[in-house]
């Protein structure tokens, strides 16, 4: 565990490099943006992986289908690719034909071949997808393909071609002439041998979520189960029978992003409590903002509110045995021969008066409570995929609010 939360801790740091000297401003939390065209994928599936740290991932294990390149009208020569949530890139991208070992990871799934793909295209220098890669472009190719590069926060790299194809989700759902890299290195990686790349569902131009705003309105949900023999979901866009439910969430402003980070999603949390009781801290702690983030893994929160969560939450667990921590997680126990284990209740409360109930499976990661201290009370926080657990997560850009709605998976 201790490697997967040292790489988790490169990617906060990096986000919050990222993130130095933006602001931003709150927005109506309560308008439900329901989209005439808008479709849900309810049949796509989320796992999380066997080891700790692993990212929610779209999987394959029940349908034969998820993320898939088509390769006719039909798709029924698609190949089906098995990918990271990440809602904090920007760029999706799989490994593509040639790719060898010595630089990619191994995957479950068949490497995506563009030679056998007659809709697959690569994308022209000269065009303006190409120029929309921004930082992530990585120069032409004597045959004038744009190339594409992304450097991730513990050093290792995905590069390749920048590429376009029919993307199929679900039975029914077709996005055409979808932009992704078609990675041929893949060198650094940590990915899992479940996983063939990322669907990438930041906020930046390239994404999945920009990509998709004439289908799905910019509008996307996730629930991510509480363990791997569980399963959770992902749709995108706003279903009409999705009215409904409306009640049944609690909503925040989604905080504006600058044009420097618009990749990634922030909100305001005001307030914690624990075993029914709020924390002593004020609200101006949390000013900073925090990252609502599905592949980062532990929350992280300010030194101050840490400190008192901390001593509130190890005043109820007196009766368990202390055990030593483990990387950047310091509170942790020993339950070797307890049949039973009783938490004090944890509940974050953001802006807005969203109260938002953590489950168990929330709280506690091997034994050790899930969250850690950003390094200063000025740096912005994260929830992390952990606290997110059971949780339906709805990403409402367009309406400018993150809603949550609890037991959803």
Same mark, same amino acid.
Request: charged share 15%; net charge neutral.
């Given at each position: 565990?201790?490697?997967?939360?040292?790489?988790?801790?490169?990617?906060?740091?990096?986000?919050?490099?990222?993130?130095?000297?933006?602001?931003?401003?709150?927005?109506?939390?309560?308008?439900?943006?329901?989209?005439?065209?808008?479709?849900?994928?309810?049949?796509?599936?989320?796992?999380?992986?066997?080891?700790?740290?692993?990212?929610?991932?779209?999987?394959?294990?029940?349908?034969?289908?998820?993320?898939?390149?088509?390769?006719?009208?039909?798709?029924?020569?698609?190949?089906?690719?098995?990918?990271?949530?990440?809602?904090?890139?920007?760029?999706?991208?799989?490994?593509?034909?040639?790719?060898?070992?010595?630089?990619?990871? =191994? #995957? *479950?799934?068949? @490497?995506?071949?563009?030679?056998? $793909? %007659?809709?697959?295209?690569?994308?022209?220098?000269? &065009?303006?997808?190409?120029?929309?890669?921004?930082?992530?472009?990585?120069?032409?190719?004597?045959?004038?393909?744009?190339?594409?590069?992304?450097?991730?926060?513990?050093?290792?790299?995905?590069?390749?071609?920048?590429?376009?194809?029919?993307?199929?989700?679900?039975?029914?759902?077709?996005?055409?002439?979808?932009?992704?890299?078609?990675?041929?290195?893949?060198?650094?990686?940590?990915?899992?041998?479940?996983?063939?790349?990322?669907?990438?569902?930041?906020?930046?131009?390239?994404?999945?979520?920009?990509?998709?705003?004439?289908?799905?309105?910019?509008?996307?949900?996730?629930?991510?189960?509480?363990?791997?023999?569980?399963?959770?979901?992902?749709?995108?866009?706003?279903? =009409? #029978? *999705?009215?409904? @439910?409306?009640?049944?969430?609690? $909503? %925040?402003?989604?905080?504006?992003?600058?044009?420097? &980070?618009?990749?990634?999603?922030?909100?305001?949390?005001?307030?914690?409590?624990?075993?029914?009781?709020?924390?002593?801290?004020?609200?101006?702690?949390?000013?900073?903002?925090?990252?609502?983030?599905?592949?980062?893994?532990?929350?992280?929160?300010?030194?101050?509110?840490?400190?008192?969560?901390?001593?509130?939450?190890?005043?109820?667990?007196?009766?368990?045995?202390?055990?030593?921590?483990?990387?950047?997680?310091?509170?942790?126990?020993?339950?070797?021969?307890?049949?039973?284990?009783?938490?004090?209740?944890?509940?974050?409360?953001?802006?807005?008066?969203?109260?938002?109930?953590?489950?168990?499976?929330?709280?506690?990661?091997?034994?050790?409570?899930?969250?850690?201290?950003?390094?200063?009370?000025?740096?912005?926080?994260?929830?992390?995929?952990?606290?997110?657990?059971?949780?339906?997560?709805?990403?409402?850009?367009?309406?400018?609010?993150?809603?949550?709605?609890?037991?959803?998976?």
């Amino acid at each position: 565990m201790g490697k997967a939360l040292d790489a988790d801790q490169l990617r906060v740091a990096y986000i919050q490099k990222r993130l130095a000297g933006d602001t931003g401003d709150g927005a109506d939390p309560h308008k439900f943006v329901e989209g005439g065209d808008t479709h849900v994928v309810s049949s796509l599936q989320v796992a999380t992986g066997a080891g700790i740290g692993q990212k929610p991932h779209l999987t394959t294990t029940r349908l034969g289908t998820t993320a898939t390149t088509n390769s006719a009208p039909d798709g029924t020569s698609a190949v089906s690719q098995t990918v990271i949530i990440d809602s904090g890139s920007d760029v999706p991208w799989v490994q593509c034909q040639p790719c060898p070992l010595l630089v990619c990871h =191994p #995957q *479950r799934d068949p @490497l995506f071949d563009p030679a056998t $793909s %007659t809709t697959y295209a690569a994308v022209p220098c000269s &065009s303006a997808a190409c120029a929309r890669l921004g930082p992530y472009r990585r120069g032409c190719l004597a045959n004038s393909q744009c190339q594409f590069g992304i450097t991730y926060a513990n050093g290792a790299t995905a590069t390749g071609t920048y590429s376009s194809d029919d993307l199929t989700l679900g039975p029914y759902d077709v996005v055409r002439g979808f932009l992704f890299g078609c990675a041929h290195a893949d060198q650094g990686s940590t990915f899992s041998y479940d996983v063939a790349g990322t669907l990438a569902l930041g906020g930046g131009s390239q994404s999945f979520v920009q990509q998709t705003a004439s289908q799905y309105s910019r509008v996307f949900s996730y629930c991510v189960p509480p363990s791997t023999s569980s399963f959770g979901f992902i749709m995108f866009g706003v279903p =009409p #029978q *999705r009215a409904a @439910l409306v009640p049944t969430f609690v $909503s %925040t402003p989604l905080l504006s992003s600058s044009t420097m &980070s618009p990749t990634f999603y922030r909100v305001l949390l005001r307030s914690i409590i624990v075993a029914g009781r709020p924390l002593p801290v004020p609200p101006t702690v949390f000013s900073a903002s925090s990252v609502i983030d599905s592949a980062t893994v532990i929350s992280r929160i300010p030194p101050t509110a840490y400190q008192a969560l901390r001593a509130a939450f190890r005043s109820a667990m007196t009766m368990y045995r202390p055990a030593p921590p483990v990387s950047i997680l310091d509170t942790c126990y020993d339950f070797s021969g307890v049949r039973s284990i009783t938490l004090p209740s944890i509940a974050l409360v953001f802006d807005g008066g969203a109260t938002v109930n953590l489950d168990a499976a929330g709280i506690l990661l091997q034994g050790c409570l899930a969250f850690a201290p950003t390094a200063s009370d000025r740096m912005p926080g994260f929830i992390g995929n952990v606290q997110q657990r059971t949780l339906e997560v709805v990403y409402d850009v367009p309406g400018k609010a993150i809603r949550f709605r609890s037991a959803a998976c």
